[in-house]
Each structure stands twice: as structure tokens, then as C-alpha cells.
């Protein structure tokens, strides 16, 4: 259960990192406004709330491993929302991060 608690934690928490900076990207960039912006930093200080649900105590390790899980679901998003449309090199690398998260957080510690 701890280990589906935490990939659960680590898909909540890419949703708002990765969609707050989208939102802050639209407002900016794309000059949607204030209001973007202020939805993307709200989404990101819940991103900073998330991942101190992580069951390990390690405030590096969760943020190493979340770096691999950041890459993937950035790719995800693009496809999703901007239909972007990744290459094998990119999806070979996303697969590289994601198990490096595996390694870095579900190893067996004794």
C-alpha cells in the first residue's frame, strides 16, 4: 500500500507542477493574463504541499526521484495538451528517469 500511496502522491504532485507551470507559461507567453498566473502559482505551492505527503522522510531523495518522474509526466503533458508528438529518443529517456525513480525510492533498504 505505501508504494501505491506514493506513485499516487507523485501523479498528484507532476499535475501541479507541471500544470502550474503551464499556467504560468499561458498567462505569460501565450499573454492570457494575471489570472493564469495566479492559477499556475497556486498549483505550484500545492505541488510543494504534495510532495511532503511522500511516505519516505528524505527531502532529497523524494525530489531526486520526483526529477524522473517530472520528465516523463512533461512529456506526457505536451502530448495531452499541446499534442505534441514525442520521438523513441524521447521516450526512451522518459523510460531511463522512471527507473531510476524506481531505484531511488523502492529499493530494498536494510
Not at 507523485?10 to 507542477?17: D, P, R
Not at 505527503?53 to 524522473?68: E, S, T
Not at 512533461?74 to 502530448?79: E, K, P, T, Y
Request: proline fraction near 3%; hydrophobic fraction near 60%; glycine fraction near 14%.
Amino acid at each position: 500500500m505505501t508504494v501505491a500511496r506514493s506513485l499516487v502522491l507523485f501523479a498528484l504532485a507532476a499535475v501541479a507542477e507541471i500544470g502550474g507551470a503551464w499556467l504560468v507559461w499561458q498567462g505569460v507567453r501565450e499573454h492570457r493574463g494575471l489570472l493564469w498566473v495566479a492559477a499556475g502559482v497556486v498549483a505550484l505551492g500545492a505541488y510543494g504541499f504534495v510532495a511532503t505527503l511522500q511516505p519516505d522522510a528524505h527531502f532529497g531523495r523524494i525530489l531526486a526521484a520526483y526529477g524522473g518522474v517530472f520528465v516523463a509526466g512533461s512529456l506526457a503533458w505536451g502530448v495531452v495538451v499541446d499534442r505534441f508528438r514525442p520521438d523513441r529518443w524521447d521516450y526512451a529517456g522518459a523510460a531511463i528517469c522512471l527507473l531510476g525513480v524506481a531505484v531511488i525510492m523502492y529499493a530494498p533498504r536494510g
